[in-house]
């Protein structure tokens, strides 16, 4: 639990870079054409949030956002090289912790949303095995397991930011498990996204956070058939994601997808 000097104490705002036209592209494509033939591909996950589009019910409900939340972090999972592994925990069990917000504190259950790990292959297996975040890294070489966050966005409010203050901590109790001082995380309904940069101070207590804009899945209207969801679109959230997911633990870079404000 961490006292009342233990606080994140602002943040500022994750600019979209104007990438060089050949680097946008190159990353566009990577994200589009990357394991191409693998079950999750860029196709099939368009095809699975068409039917998902058509056919589940509760849009506000938490069950439905897992939905959408799962489906792209599916297809991040497919596009990650075979010398690593990236692990997808639900439910993740780490030891609870407080933010203190004025005049408010935020407190995790002890439970993170997802968090995904990228480990090396060979201890890939071992991870698996374990029940919590604790035991997954117990043993684990330096730089051997690198850690994103991906907090869900719950209930109604399609406001994003109103889950910030949560996500955050969900992300401070991460950092602090993966005893790294950089932590990338993203908060979401499944529909929209925005993406997090947290880092801590040296001593793993309290540091900064930034957020980026919000990015939506667009929802193209036709005048025969069903909706349908915007291609680009969700290429443009999984291209983010994946470099999210594969600099987890970094700073950022000055070809990346955002800067610093």
């Known amino acids: 639990m961490l006292s009342k000097r233990d606080i994140v104490p602002g943040y500022g705002r994750l600019v979209s870079r104007s990438l060089p036209s050949d680097v946008l592209a190159n990353k566009l494509r ?7 033939d693998h079950v999750m591909s860029l196709h099939n996950l368009v095809a699975k ?11 506000m409900s938490e069950a ?4 959408w939340i799962d489906s792209f972090l599916f297809r991040v999972t497919a596009m990650v090289a075979n010398e690593r592994r990236l692990l997808i925990g639900a439910e993740v069990s780490a030891a609870s912790e407080t933010l203190v917000v ?11 949303d997802y968090v995904l790990l990228l480990v090396d292959e060979e201890i890939a297996d071992s991870v698996l095995s374990e029940e919590d975040l ?10 051997a397991v690198h850690g994103l966050l991906v907090a869900e966005a719950k209930g109604p409010s ?11 901590v969900e992300m401070q109790a991460c950092a602090r498990r993966l005893k790294s001082r950089h932590i990338r995380g993203t908060l979401t309904c499944g529909k929209a996204w ?9 001593n793993l207590v309290g540091g900064t956070y930034w957020v980026s804009p919000r990015f939506d899945v ?21 291209a983010r994601l994946y470099d999210w997911v594969m600099h987890a633990a970094e700073e950022l870079d000055n070809v990346g997808w955002f800067v610093l404000r």
């Open 102 to 112: 004025k005049p408010r504190h935020i407190e995790t259950s002890g439970k993170i």
């Open 49 to 59: 949030l068409n039917f998902l589009l058509r056919h589940s019910m509760s849009d």
């Open 30 to 36: 990577h994200a589009q054409d990357t394991a191409a």
């Open 134 to 143: 604790h035991g997954a890294l117990r043993g684990a070489k330096p730089g």
């Open 218 to 238: 667009g929802i193209v209207p036709t005048t025969l058939g069903p909706r349908l969801v915007d291609g680009e679109s969700v290429v443009a959230i999984v």
């Open 194 to 202: 925005c993406f997090l940069f947290l880092k801590l101070n040296d």
């Open 158 to 168: 399609e406001n994003l930011l109103a889950h910030l203050p949560q996500a955050i």
């Open 64 to 67: 439905h956002a897992r939905l």
